[in-house]
């Protein structure tokens, strides 16, 4: 009945929910036409913020949680749900050729676009908060597994601060038309580890059984 995520398939499941993959490119409308002072300073503030607000997240879910009695099976099953419907949304969708081009903003940005919507919702995603909360519903609640998922939630952070940073050389350089393609492709592996997910809190809850 145990199941529990390896350090590995954590790091990809911030990758692919809380990662640079899906904020480069909302990164790159909003600050079109800007100079590379204001972009980097919206980079770090929005980082910033979506770290902060993550640790909280990470921090603070298990109290919620249990003071709302909500059991370790209904977190793994609304993750799960949460997870394969923004997988889904990708695969169904897959990048078209030159479709990364980012358009021109139409007047200039103000600073506050660093929380809106770079931090929240182009960094910290629903999926990303559900991966949050499934991981640590799902793995061993002793300080040294906590601590190490909250450094491969910092380096994931730190991963989309220097792709923000460096996002004009990206373009550049044109892989903003193959990120797209890449969290395609990862996005199936998203959807089979939800499917996964919700299978194991049907197990415990014994809806459903199979030899071990």
Do not use: C
Not at 168 to 194: C, D, F, N, S
Request: proline letters at 8%.
């Amino acid at each position: 009945m145990n199941f529990e995520l390896s350090y590995g398939d954590i790091f990809i499941l911030f990758f692919l929910t809380l990662g640079p993959l899906k904020a480069i490119l909302p990164f790159a409308r909003v600050t079109r036409g800007t100079d590379l002072d204001f972009q980097r300073t919206v980079a770090w503030r929005s980082t910033a913020i979506a770290t902060a607000i993550a640790l909280v997240v990470a921090l603070l879910a298990p109290l919620v949680l249990g003071n709302w009695h909500v059991s370790s099976p209904a977190v793994s099953i609304t993750a799960g749900i949460i997870l394969f419907a923004q997988a889904l949304r990708i695969v169904m969708q897959p990048p078209a050729p030159g479709s990364a081009a980012p358009q021109a903003s139409p007047s200039p940005p103000s600073p506050a676009i660093a929380v809106f919507p770079v931090a929240i919702p182009a960094i910290l995603t629903a999926p990303g908060i559900a991966a949050i909360a499934v991981i640590i519903s799902l793995n061993k609640h002793d300080l040294a597994n906590e601590v190490m998922v909250i450094v491969l939630l910092l380096v994931v952070m730190v991963l989309n601060l220097l792709t923000l940073w460096n996002n004009e050389t990206i373009l550049k350089h044109g892989l903003a038309g193959i990120l797209p393609v890449v969290g395609w492709v990862l996005a199936v592996l998203q959807a089979a580890l939800a499917v996964q997910i919700i299978l194991h809190a049907l197990r415990v809850l014994e809806v459903m059984r199979w030899p071990a």
